[in-house]
């Protein structure tokens, strides 16, 4: 079979995922398997592929693909979620774009644009998701604002609110005045920037004294409703009961103590803002305090401000500091580094704002959450991961539900009077009415006197649903899917959403199922430059995902992306590891094409050298395929992918094909080429979940296959009983690799046939019918003496004698020795080193002290061989 010398990577891809999908490969059903399952982490729906993606998706599909090939019924569910706060964005920028205002619009006339918009560019993200060789149930798509999904969202909120854990209140929450809603505290990103800290004079009531205060946002002055002291702070004691005017508007407010204050910090004196500060909300509390709102929803001042109304906030700070310098009032500034909290969807500096909110209570949905989570009954890879979470669930606040925006869920209560509990929930107008009329005892309301609430839940209200609402176990909590696939298998996703997601889903889980969502949680890093930023459209350094897989073939970026991505630990990515990832395409393609080129022959007999090359193969593949399993089991995936790397390139192209091929121009014995077939085939199959397009093609060119016969829903390698011919021959990779730098080194063409005289106790060695083959050898001696006149070596206990029939340069040879003896002493210095520690040898394991031990044995044999050696010169 002629087969092109150069690998397209792009008519493969397309030509073999048509072909998966043609035969239903992707699709799962429940069946007498066991199921394996991964619920994809939702991405937006108008969102397309990042770098954070790509490293994501791959190691999803590497699992999904392996458990097919382990015989489980793999099922990979893929969706997009409606991203609230993100698409709405999007949609009111395009309206802006054409001179509309979202104010101009009705609820229904907006929610059009919105599903116009989604309809355009939803989807595309998953489209790409197809380029990377995703082997997704696309059967299962699913979106989050979808009807039976929506419905689950609402039935869920329903039944928290009957068991008392929504409730609606005023509380001081995060508010974005960019996209003008509340945020959760995980929306919130807190930045290191550098401020100013002003000292401001607030003059004492009826006196020439003055109190000086210092803030960071002046602004907020305009709201002050108090000054607080310590009651233990003897600088102020007098002022117990007096009040103090706020500056330019002449407000006057009382000083008020608590041990809230801190006497160190500043100058002891706090301004208290109830409406615009948490803490100041809760002293305002606790003092029955005025609360005075003076910011409108887009962060520009009110008339409850009295000055600088409809200016934004920001230029409200300009402004208001020059003219308390113009009037003596501001009385220093200084330079300042403090942390300010940042929208994590929109970058708008967050404002605490008092309001009326939906908050869902997490004390009793956490305590199962955090409790199965640090029992092990849900695996965290890697397991540091669980402190993180610990802190965070032990210390859970109430999760504000609510958003100030149209394109999402809608809150499901209905409004029938202006009184803070005339609402009633329902999942209908209809179920609303008739509890309205029993809750107001007004049996004359209509349903046009109903009003339902404005807002829409948190996107993450929604997601926290995703591994039961994809198998509709809301709708049907006894479906044969629900039944068949949860708990799901493995979860892939990001370190920062562990709250925002992980953390809610196992609450949700245990609250509505009674069992975990997944059974392992594995955290994938942050993809960084070389610089070691985070990649991002901003800064430029983020590349182009579809724009790699054209330049490298899916393969080679998929392989890319995994050489040096730990769990947990962030991926410094750089374009060449995806070249290399190419390289592997093509070295794996040369080795076909040269089996592929070998003239098979029933006459021929099998050769001792590729018996024995067989043999070894069998034994290291069967090696490495355990360690292979282990990791995978640990989910130590960037060291399968080197396992699998060394076992392709090195073990078999470099050492096993070099082994069996025949000799130049000769054919090769039929029994040779079936097993050279039968080991290819399952190097294929481990390297399959990494580079599935290349594999398959491969597979395919190795015979005519009927379609349903592929190697991804082919079979895992199984490893038989291992012996230690694997080990064994490691030192006869060192002999061959010695011989052929001395080759190299002198100069001596492979065609040309030298001796080999080796010096060791034992008469001969199982592999030297290999060695003789691979480097050329026109015999091997084994003597009693050392031999004079050649190149040496030594390795292990052993010495090796290559006769080139010329003068030796005794003072290199000298020199080369005493380099070896010089660096083998230093490494002997630091074995012995390791062993005189007490703590090393009481504390290691018994195989790393023994370890060492041969290390020390072996290294003190060789510095005796090579002083020999040296004697003789």
């Given at each position: 079979m002629e087969i092109a010398k150069n690998y397209d990577s792009s008519k493969t891809e397309e030509k073999w995922y048509a072909h998966w999908q043609a035969q239903n490969f992707f699709h799962s059903e429940p069946d007498e398997r066991e199921a394996y399952t991964i619920v994809i982490p939702p991405p937006n729906v108008t969102g397309v592929l990042h770098m954070g993606h790509m490293l994501n998706n791959t190691i999803q599909d590497l699992l999904v693909r392996r458990a097919r090939l382990l015989g489980k019924n793999a099922c990979w569910v893929p969706g997009t979620d409606h991203a609230s706060i993100a698409t709405e964005a999007k949609v009111v920028q395009r309206l802006a774009k054409q001179g509309i205002n979202k104010s101009d619009l009705t609820r229904e006339e907006f929610m059009k644009h919105a599903w116009e918009w989604t309809d355009e560019y939803g989807g595309t993200i998953l489209k790409q998701l197809k380029r990377l060789g995703a082997s997704c149930d696309w059967e299962r798509t699913r979106f989050t604002l979808e009807e039976d999904l929506s419905e689950a969202v609402i039935d869920v909120f329903i039944d928290l609110h009957e068991k008392g854990l929504i409730y609606r209140g005023a509380r001081m929450v995060n508010w974005d005045p960019a996209a003008q809603t509340a945020l959760s505290d995980e929306e919130v990103v807190h930045k290191e920037v550098n401020s100013k800290l002003y000292y401001l004079n607030y003059q004492i009531e009826g006196s020439e004294e003055s109190l000086t205060i210092a803030t960071t946002r002046p602004e907020t002055i305009l709201g002050d409703t108090a000054i607080c002291v310590n009651p233990t702070d003897e600088r102020y004691a007098h002022l117990k009961g007096k009040r103090a005017i706020v500056p330019l508007i002449n407000r006057s407010i009382p000083i008020i103590q608590d041990e809230y204050v801190d006497v160190e910090f500043g100058t002891g004196c706090l301004k208290v803002t109830p409406a615009h500060d948490l803490n100041d909300y809760n002293l305002g509390i606790k003092h029955n305090l005025e609360s005075i709102d003076i910011l409108n929803d887009d962060g520009t001042l009110n008339e409850n401000a009295q000055l600088y109304v409809?200016?934004?906030?920001?230029?409200?700070?300009?402004?208001?500091v020059k003219d308390l310098k113009a009037k003596g009032i501001l009385a220093k500034e200084e330079d300042l580094q403090n942390k300010v909290g940042f929208s994590e969807r929109t970058d708008a500096v967050i404002e605490p704002k008092l309001s009326i909110q939906w908050f869902c209570d997490m004390q009793k949905l956490a305590k199962p959450a955090l409790d199965h989570v640090m029992d092990d009954t849900i695996q965290f890879y890697p397991k540091n991961t669980k402190n993180t979470y610990k802190h965070w669930m032990s210390n859970i606040k109430d999760w504000c539900i609510s958003r100030q925006l149209w394109w999402g869920h809608r809150i499901p209560a209905f409004y029938f009077g202006q009184g803070p509990k005339d609402f009633v929930i329902a999942k209908t107008q209809e179920e609303a009415l008739q509890k309205a009329k029993q809750a107001s005892g007004n049996e004359q309301l209509t349903i046009s006197d109903l009003r339902q609430d404005e807002d829409v839940l948190d996107t993450w209200f929604s997601s926290w649903l995703w591994p039961i609402s994809v198998f509709d176990g809301f709708k049907n909590p006894d479906n044969p899917d629900i039944n068949y696939y949860y708990p799901t298998n493995d979860l892939v996703t990001a370190p920062e959403i562990m709250f925002f997601w992980v953390a809610r889903m196992v609450m949700a889980g245990y609250e509505y199922k009674g069992l975990p969502p997944f059974k392992n949680v594995y955290y994938t890093g942050i993809v960084r430059d070389k610089q070691r930023r985070k990649m991002s459209k901003s800064l430029g350094n983020s590349p182009d995902p579809i724009e790699l897989i054209e330049k490298y073939g899916a393969d080679g970026v998929r392989v890319g992306m995994l050489l040096s991505s730990p769990a947990g630990n962030d991926l410094m990515f750089d374009e060449g590891l995806c070249e290399q990832g190419r390289n592997f395409s093509n070295k794996i393609w040369n080795a076909i094409r040269l089996v592929k080129s070998w003239e098979i022959s029933d006459e021929v007999?099998?050769?001792?050298?590729?018996?024995?090359?067989?043999?070894?193969?069998?034994?290291?593949?069967?090696?490495?395929?355990?360690?292979?399993?282990?990791?995978?089991?640990?989910?130590?995936?960037?060291?399968?992918?080197?396992?699998?790397?060394?076992?392709?390139?090195?073990?078999?192209?470099?050492?096993?094909?070099e082994m069996v091929k025949p000799e130049y121009q000769q054919p090769i014995a039929r029994k040779t080429y079936d097993q050279v077939i039968a080991n290819f085939e399952k190097v294929l199959a481990v390297l399959h979940p990494f580079m599935p397009f290349i594999t398959e093609e491969i597979y395919h060119l190795i015979e005519t296959r009927n379609d349903e016969d592929c190697l991804m829903v082919g079979k895992w390698p199984v490893a038989n009983t291992s012996n230690k011919m694997a080990d064994e021959f490691e030192q006869t990779k060192e002999i061959i690799t010695q011989i052929r730098n001395i080759r190299k080194s002198k100069n001596i063409a492979f065609k040309d046939a030298i001796e080999l005289k080796v010096k060791s106790e034992a008469t001969a060695n199982q592999f030297d019918v290999i060695i003789q083959k691979l480097t050329n050898l026109s015999s091997i001696e084994y003597v009693n003496e050392q031999v004079e006149n050649c190149i040496s070596f030594v390795i292990g206990a052993n010495e090796f004698y290559i006769p080139i029939g010329e003068q030796i340069d005794v003072e290199a040879e000298k020199i080369k020795i005493q380099t070896e003896i010089k660096y083998l002493e230093g490494f002997l210095k630091a074995v012995k080193g390791k062993l005189s520690n007490e703590k090393f040898v009481k504390g290691a394991p018994e195989q790393v002290v023994a370890n060492e031990q041969k290390k020390l044995a072996d290294a003190e044999t060789k510095i005796e061989l090579l002083n020999k050696q040296l004697a003789a010169l």
């Open positions: 409809g200016q934004d906030r920001f230029e409200v700070r300009k402004h208001i007999e099998l050769s001792e050298a590729a018996e024995l090359g067989d043999a070894w193969f069998q034994s290291k593949f069967d090696a490495v395929l355990v360690e292979i399993n282990d990791a995978y089991d640990k989910f130590r995936v960037s060291d399968v992918l080197m396992m699998t790397y060394k076992l392709v390139w090195d073990e078999f192209c470099s050492w096993y094909l």
